[in-house]
């Protein structure tokens, strides 16, 4: 079956170490994204990508870090740098970057 | 700040009505607009989507109806059913990001 995977779907670490959730899609979708969702809140954009080894800053990418070498493949890496980094993170892939999103079931981090 | 917004947080719908769920936007330059339902601890799932050309477009028991003028989005469920129950966000896309507000979270009573 054709969709997007993350893992792993829960994610504990200490204080001040890195850690990468995985994003795989094969949807054949150029396009991939990370959001980070707050308890009660919307989806605020990390990164996205619109192509293999290319990628670019969204609103809150600070603390983050992605990579690109895959058209399928689209990791996050949350840095010791993002101060508060406890949040459900969520990966989704589009055709393009102005066509739907499919999202895949979230990656729920929690730093102790 | 957001560009996306809900006027409402919470919906209550007693089961077999319709509901309306109303979305805000700000950038007058979106061009297409969709609206996602997310169940709890789950990634969100597409609904239905619009495009800036149209003003309404339909599915299976859900309208979207897109209002430029004002720059208004509403989401309306025909018939609501407990498996509704979720919360729904209206996602904008401009300068090639989908933007999303905070979502209405809806209650179906039984």
């Known amino acids: 079956d054709g969709g997007i995977t993350q893992s792993p779907k829960y994610l504990f670490r200490k204080e001040g170490q890195n850690v990468t959730l995985s994003c795989e899609q094969n949807l054949n979708h150029d396009a991939m994204y990370w959001y980070r969702q707050d308890p009660g809140q919307g989806l605020r954009l990390i990164y996205y990508?619109?192509?293999?080894?290319?990628?670019q800053k969204g609103d809150i990418a600070e603390g983050y870090s992605v990579s690109r070498e895959k058209k399928e493949s689209f990791p996050l890496t949350v840095t010791s740098a993002q101060k508060n980094p406890t949040a459900f993170y969520l990966c989704?892939?589009?055709?393009?970057?102005?066509?739907?999103?499919?999202f895949g079931q979230g990656t729920r981090l929690t730093v102790v | 700040g957001e560009s996306v917004g809900l006027h409402l947080p919470t919906l209550s719908v007693q089961e077999g009505d319709n509901s309306i769920i109303n979305c805000a936007y700000s950038n007058s330059a979106s061009d297409y607009f969709i609206w996602y339902k997310q169940e709890s601890g789950k990634g969100p799932q597409f609904i239905i989507d619009?495009?800036?050309?149209?003003d309404k477009r339909q599915g299976q028991r859900v309208t979207v109806l897109l209002n430029k003028t004002v720059k208004h989005l509403s989401l309306q469920i025909a018939a609501t059913q407990p498996g509704d129950s979720a919360v729904y966000f209206c996602?904008?896309?401009?300068?090639?990001?989908?933007?999303f507000g905070a979502g209405t979270t809806v209650t179906v009573r039984a």
């Open positions: 619009i495009r800036s050309n149209m």
């Open positions: 996602a904008e896309n401009s300068d090639y990001k989908l933007s």
């Open positions: 990508s619109q192509i293999v080894n290319d990628f």
């Open positions: 989704a892939s589009s055709i393009g970057l102005s066509t739907e999103a499919f």
